[in-house]
């Protein structure tokens, strides 16, 4: 596609006081709206045994949320930066709110999983978020800022199961998890009034510019030296961790014999320690030691962390070995979204974050339905080994990202 056919967008303008003060209102959103999904994470499990469903049928649950978001991520990112960031993220998070409803009265578990489906396609909206991020900051405190992001995801993450966990009567079978989901439901409604009120546009594309080849990111992603590295240690990583993610409910009922109201609870020591990292030490990492070499720090806290779970003898320990990936996913995730805004260029940043994003997407579809098998056949501990195993590729390509962007200084 030639210069001519590009999609004349203004570029953003220089980061401003408004945009700061949009910055830290948008934070407090993320927040919101992310407590909204925290609180229904780690019952899912609990919530499909409520209709009965065997092991299997929990891992489709928990995939069909990615199959939708890693087919809209990419499309909401190029639309983001074609009609603008906020009525995406009013659409994607209004879009939340409903699907939490719909969730609250799923007559069996293939209608909960087609809702689930529909709520990944509704709130693919990583990237936009991201993408605005990248227009207000300048690139040397894009990781810092990103770090922030991630920190108000950790404390939404950290509230969210928490509350989850107390709101929620198994006891009542699918109407004792309507309460958590109503809440959800709540939280991002009020998210989605935020956008509203307070968060202002940053793109200012033109509606009727000539549409882009649906397929040309992702081909000029694949031909960046930098971003298709980036793009694999996404998946190759994230894999890993959704297939301990989908398991670990089941793993520290067979383990510990944990339930909804424990669960919750370590998911709030996981996010203090994520949003604490995030919040005050990947910045400080990524200026003083670089993006690429923070990322490989991470990438090694991720592979220990995991490494421990098969071998651990209390749950005390337990908690260690994921406060340990909590610290590695700080560090390395919002590195990797730094290093793909310092390469897309500014017309691009929403359509390349999306392609993260979507890379995400696909290994939480990958990594459920990997664990499925790994946890029925060979034990409840399987799927923490392979996510470590997995860590090693995505060392490398880490590394490789690294000499990529020394060549391209």
Not at 126 to 148: E, F, K, M, N, W
């Amino acid at each position: 596609m030639s210069a001519s056919d590009q999609p004349p967008v203004t570029a953003p303008a220089a980061p401003d006081k408004g945009d700061s003060k949009a910055l830290y209102v948008l934070l407090s959103v993320v927040f919101i709206n992310i407590a909204g999904f925290g609180v229904i994470i780690p019952l899912l499990p609990f919530y499909a045994k409520s209709f009965g469903a065997p092991d299997w049928q929990v891992f489709v649950l928990f995939a069909a949320y990615s199959v939708g978001n890693f087919f809209a991520e990419p499309i909401w990112g190029r639309l983001s930066d074609r009609i603008g960031r906020r009525p995406v993220l009013m659409i994607t998070i209004f879009g939340n709110a409903l699907t939490y409803v719909l969730l609250a009265f799923a007559p069996n578990l293939w209608v909960a999983c087609l809702i689930r489906l529909t709520g990944g396609v509704l709130t693919g909206n990583i990237s936009t978020i991201q993408g605005y991020i990248a227009d207000v900051t300048p690139p040397d405190r894009r990781a810092g800022r990103l770090g922030l992001m991630g920190a108000a995801f950790s404390l939404g993450f950290m509230t969210g199961p928490t509350i989850g966990g107390l709101l929620a009567r198994e006891e009542l079978g699918v109407a004792g998890f309507r309460p958590p989901l109503f809440f959800a439901a709540t939280l991002a409604l009020a998210a989605g009034i935020g956008i509203y009120l307070f968060v202002r546009e940053t793109r200012h594309g033109h509606r009727d510019a000539p549409r882009r080849a649906r397929l040309a990111g992702l081909n000029d992603a694949l031909a960046h030296p930098i971003i298709w590295r980036v793009l694999t240690v996404t998946l190759i990583s994230m894999a890993g961790f959704a297939g301990m993610e989908a398991t670990f409910g089941l793993w520290a009922e067979a383990k510990f014999g944990w339930g909804p109201r424990e669960i919750g609870f370590c998911f709030f020591a996981i996010a203090i320690t994520a949003a604490t990292a995030q919040g005050f030490l990947t910045g400080f990492l990524a200026r003083r030691i670089g993006e690429t070499t923070t990322l490989m720090i991470g990438l090694t806290l991720i592979f220990a962390g995991f490494a421990m779970q098969p071998f651990v003898p209390t749950w005390q320990l337990a908690i260690v070995g994921m406060v340990t990936v909590a610290l590695g996913q700080s560090l390395a995730f919002p590195n990797i979204s730094a290093i793909i805004s310092r390469a897309a260029s500014p017309e691009r940043q929403g359509e390349m974050m999306g392609l993260n994003t979507a890379a995400g997407a696909l290994a939480r579809i990958i990594g459920p339905l990997m664990a499925a098998p790994l946890f029925m056949n060979f034990g409840p501990s399987a799927p923490f080994a392979v996510a470590a195993g997995l860590c090693i590729p995505a060392l490398f390509m880490a590394w490789r990202v690294s000499k990529a962007m020394r060549r391209s200084a």
